[in-house]
């Protein structure tokens, strides 16, 4: 009895919660939308945002060394070594006289005060290696923000070319299909040998897992977008967009120009060097003398109670100065390793400047390669159709074969796939520009 009723209740939950339970609804994405979320939800680009908001808090940080620090302590002493003083009698044969003197107190509270007068420019230095490392960070960011927009870009037109390429293959059964169709109806009036028709039935399924594996890779594809936009995998997904051409004809000069100045990972170098300079200042600056003003403000007593006279206090307040004699000669070897950075940081540059040129010389040429494959394409694929059009009126009248059908349908199929990968090529080429330029996209 008590199973049964275990068992109905269960039915019953399922019931209801088949009842109550929504659809998850489906997010439509465009490539602006991919990009907002992108940088809103990529735990990458976050992570960037947040070294971001750390340099911040060390500039911070370096500012209160220029504040007085203030600290409180209180002690209590739980045991203790008395001193003892020896004194000789004044009576002749006598032993002399022990005196036991306590000069502490079992409880002490105090406060400290230091205030920095002058330091060498370290606490300057320190300051401004702070903004410059903050500026540094904020480059590293911008420069994660380009490669996430890139990114998201290659995810998003590799689902379009994924989607087409579906297409493609589906649209290659469906004619295979239609031309099974004709060559069964052409048998079965006499029309057509036996062969021709195996021919056409091999070539539906020779095409069948071609369309397989074209949506295995759509879905591996729309997976690949949804990691980089931060999704859930399981959220629905509508992607919306079209891989198109829009002529673009860039000028070499101008982009290599623009991606010197604009590089976030130029002008994070540049950052890091005074970064370097700075240190070096500091290492130079821990040989002078330092001066600062130290205060003290102390209260104890025997017995942890506050009847009147039981505590006593006193203060003292010093100008303290500290003069470096001798430390190894470690100061100086600090500074020959900011120098030796400085030099370090100054070859990368002129490396990564390097580097930059060839990055938008290849993305242009990229771009031109591309634009003359679509060209091409596109009137492949017009020859394409009109070839398989006259292949299958040629072949219901007698004057072709199915193998000439067949070698058509392949030959289209093969243009437009060719076709769609050129757009996808063209537009990957522009978002490589893009990033090698340094263009970053523009938040709506």
């Not at 409880?107 to 230091?114: E, G, V």
């Not at 330092?290 to 203060?315: P, R, V």
């Not at 292949?391 to 289209?412: C, F, H, P, R």
């Amino acid at each position: 009895m008590q199973k049964a009723k275990k068992i109905i209740l269960i039915i019953c939950m399922v019931f209801f919660a088949g009842i109550f339970s929504f659809p998850q609804e489906k997010l439509t994405l465009t490539l602006e939308d991919s990009l907002r979320l992108a940088l809103s939800q990529n735990p990458f680009q976050l992570a960037a945002e947040e070294r971001v908001e750390a340099a911040k808090s060390r500039i911070n940080e370096a500012v209160a060394g220029f504040f007085p620090s203030l600290n409180a302590q209180g002690l209590h002493t739980l045991d203790e070594k008395v001193m003892e003083l020896e004194f000789p009698s004044f009576i002749p044969g006598q032993p002399p006289q022990k005196v036991k003197v306590d000069f502490t107190r079992d409880y002490q509270f105090s406060l400290s005060l230091s205030f920095p007068l002058f330091t060498g420019g370290r606490l300057l230095s320190g300051y401004k290696q702070a903004r410059y490392n903050l500026f540094s960070t904020r480059e590293s960011a911008r420069e994660s923000e380009n490669s996430t927009i890139f990114n998201t870009k290659k995810a998003f037109y590799g689902y379009l070319l994924a989607r087409d390429f579906v297409n493609v293959a589906r649209e290659a059964v469906e004619v295979a299909e239609k031309h099974y169709k004709n060559v069964k109806n052409l048998y079965e009036v006499g029309m057509a040998s036996k062969f021709d028709l195996l021919r056409s039935e091999v070539q539906v399924a020779n095409l069948k897992p071609q369309m397989i594996r074209a949506n295995n890779a759509m879905k591996v594809a729309e997976l690949s977008l949804k990691t980089l936009l931060g999704l859930d995998l399981s959220t629905p997904i509508e992607v919306k967009g079209e891989l198109a051409y829009e002529p673009f004809t860039p000028d070499l000069q101008e982009c290599i120009a623009n991606a010197l100045q604009n590089r976030p990972e130029i002008s994070q170098l540049g950052y890091q060097k005074q970064v370097a300079r700075e240190m070096v200042k500091i290492a130079r600056a821990a040989d002078l003398p330092s001066i600062a003003i130290a205060g003290n403000y102390n209260f104890w007593a025997d017995k942890f109670n506050f009847k009147k006279h039981n505590w006593t206090d006193y203060y003292s307040i010093n100008l303290v100065m500290t003069i470096p004699i001798f430390n190894g000669f470690a100061n100086s070897a600090r500074a020959a390793q900011s120098m030796a950075m400085i030099r370090e940081i100054e070859l990368t540059q002129k490396g990564l400047e390097d580097i930059v040129k060839f990055e938008t010389r290849q993305a242009i040429l990229k771009i031109k390669e591309a634009m003359e494959s679509l060209q091409s394409q596109e009137k492949n694929v017009e020859q394409a159709t009109e070839s398989l059009r006259i292949a299958e009126l040629n072949y219901s009248e007698g004057l072709a074969t199915t193998l000439d059908v067949s070698a058509a349908q392949a030959a289209l199929s093969q243009a437009k796939t060719n076709y769609s990968q050129a757009l996808y090529d063209y537009v990957i080429a522009k978002a490589e520009l893009d990033k090698a330029t340094g263009v970053s996209w523009v938040k709506r």
